[in-house]
């Protein structure tokens, strides 16, 4: 009968109670026929003790790949999940004699002694089947994925009275960052502890003893100093008991002054440059030069609500893709207020966007409006002279009308940008019922054109329509007719020469009719 079948036949009872003469003789296949089968691992799992299931590739790539499994479990009862440090150290010390003596000196193997259960054990964080060299590769690694399973938990700091800021103050210490952005030289926590003989800095023999720290910065600081060893990695400046040693305190009083004078020399700038602003707008809006009506009321209210649903919706969209961002933090920890208020934005748009499809059939004005913003040939003509002229070839720039080629573009992109955005939208929200008639992949589709439509739109409205309203030195900082529909008539003569509505005679004083440039009609002030 084979391994196999003695498992089956016999039960998990004896699995743990094989005879040693067969054991000795098991070969790594025969081990194998039944650790690689993760459904029969899954289904005795029910049984005594915990079944382990071997991943044979990741075997392969081990540092112990030329090992037999005898080697390592001589004896299987020795190896019983209940058991603690000393039983699982039985088979790795034989071939690594100084690391379980280190290991064992370690506040790691006198906890174990102790009977403390949540000590780590050599497979802990060298892996049990995949053995790999922690002193290799990424630094950090040691830091990130290993020391952090137990000096991150709430709940062995607390159980244990350790710091529990450990691991986040070396992550925010110059180290950490060093380690995080990919520095192949930086310390980690093994650099400064040890890797085995781990203890506490009032030992004598720890490597963080005062009267070894010059020794132990020298490793990657030739010359360290004593003054240089007394420098403290793990700082947390946001603590009041910081540290009680001098420097500590002095870091913790110059933190508090500097953000006190950064938030009243800052927020004093801030609110005096706010108030200049909106003396110098108000001025702006009251300016007589300001003649010529641009955008009509109607219009002026279809642009701030697509304004402000398209800003809502670029900040919580980024927010959902990255929510480790700092702008998914500046939104709120829930990540369910930000994907619902996206939706709500969403639905914004689009009701804008059929809102303005009433406009434009059922009023002369919003019809007149698409007439003069659809593309002609002239506008191929004002292309080219364009670049001409911006090139330095040409003299004169292209005389436009009503709209030039740059507003019509800007337009028809955010139809197209408009439909693109809410049909693929409406897909992945509704991703269930869309299943119900069509395969899973249009899902998978549609929110790909989804993402990087978002990030064409918002690039186009930064790079493209944020010059032409905000930077131009013509209109900065802002060109005003998105607040009250208004522009100068310099402006006016220096954008849109050819358009045939042209107020007469200069500025009108307020409180007379100005001249529509959209309707050609005298409208009250």
């Not at 743990?16 to 025969?30: C, E």
């Not at 064992?104 to 995949?130: F, I, K, L, M, Q």
């Not at 004078?261 to 609110?271: K, N, P």
């Not at 010529?292 to 893709?321: D, E, N, Y």
């Amino acid at each position: 009968m084979s391994v196999r079948g003695l498992w089956i036949g016999m039960g998990t009872v004896l699995t743990f109670a094989l005879p040693p003469a067969v054991y000795a003789g098991l070969k790594d296949a025969d081990c194998l026929e039944c650790h690689a089968d993760r459904t029969l691992m899954k289904t005795n799992a029910a049984g005594r003790g915990i079944f382990v299931f071997v991943d044979s590739g990741r075997l392969a790539a081990s540092a112990h790949k030329t090992n037999s499994c005898a080697s390592c479990h001589s004896d299987i009862t020795d190896n019983h999940p209940d058991d603690g440090i000393a039983a699982k150290l039985v088979d790795c010390h034989r071939c690594h004699r100084q690391a379980a003596q280190d290991l064992a000196a370690s506040v790691h193997g006198r906890a174990s002694t102790g009977g403390v259960r949540e000590t780590p054990t050599c497979t802990d964080c060298h892996s049990g089947h995949y053995i790999e060299s922690l002193k290799q590769g990424d630094p950090s690694r040691s830091s990130a994925a290993i020391c952090s399973r137990c000096h991150a938990s709430e709940r062995i700091n607390t159980k244990f009275n350790l710091p529990p800021d450990r691991v986040t103050t070396f992550f925010e210490s110059y180290h950490g960052l060093a380690g995080a952005y990919g520095s192949p030289l930086v310390a980690n926590c093994a650099s400064c502890h040890g890797y085995h003989r781990i203890l506490p800095s009032t030992d004598p023999d720890s490597t963080i003893h005062p009267a070894h720290l010059v020794q132990t910065c020298g490793q990657c600081h030739p010359g360290a100093t004593e003054k240089f060893a007394l420098s403290r990695i793990h700082v947390n400046l946001q603590a009041a008991n910081s540290g009680s040693d001098l420097g500590s305190q002095i870091n913790w009083w110059v933190r508090r002054i500097y953000l006190l004078l950064i938030v009243t020399v800052v927020g004093g700038m801030l609110a005096h440059n706010l108030l200049l602003l909106i003396k110098k707008v108000k001025a702006h809006l009251g300016s007589e030069g300001r003649a010529i009506l641009r955008m009509s009321p109607t219009q002026r209210w279809q642009h701030a609500v697509l304004a402000l649903s398209f800003i809502v919706l670029a900040l919580t969209g980024f927010a959902l893709k990255w929510p480790d961002s700092w702008l998914a933090v500046m939104l709120g920890s829930s990540e369910s207020i930000r994907r619902w208020t996206h939706r709500i934005a969403g639905v914004v748009l689009i009701l804008v966007g059929l809102y303005h499809l009433i406009y434009v059939f059922r009023t002369r004005q919003g019809w007149q409006l698409v007439k003069d913003l659809c593309p002609t040939r002239k506008d191929l003509s004002d292309v080219l002279t364009s670049v001409r002229y911006l090139s330095g070839l040409r003299k004169e720039k292209p005389k436009i009308g009503r709209f030039g080629y740059a507003e019509k573009m800007e337009y028809w992109a955010v139809v197209w940008g408009t439909i693109i955005m809410g049909v693929t939208g409406l897909i992945v929200w509704f991703k269930m019922e869309i299943t119900q008639w069509l395969p899973r992949w249009v899902v998978d589709v549609a929110l790909t054109i989804h993402y990087y439509e978002a990030i064409l739109a918002c690039l186009a409205i930064i790079v493209w329509h944020f010059y032409h309203v905000m930077f131009d030195p013509d209109v900065y900082p802002l060109n005003l007719a998105c607040w009250d529909g208004k522009v100068s008539k310099h402006w006016h003569d220096e954008e849109h020469p050819l358009e045939e509505v042209r107020p007469s005679g200069g500025p009108q004083p307020a409180g007379t009719p100005e001249v529509s440039a959209e309707t050609g009609k005298s409208q009250p002030v």
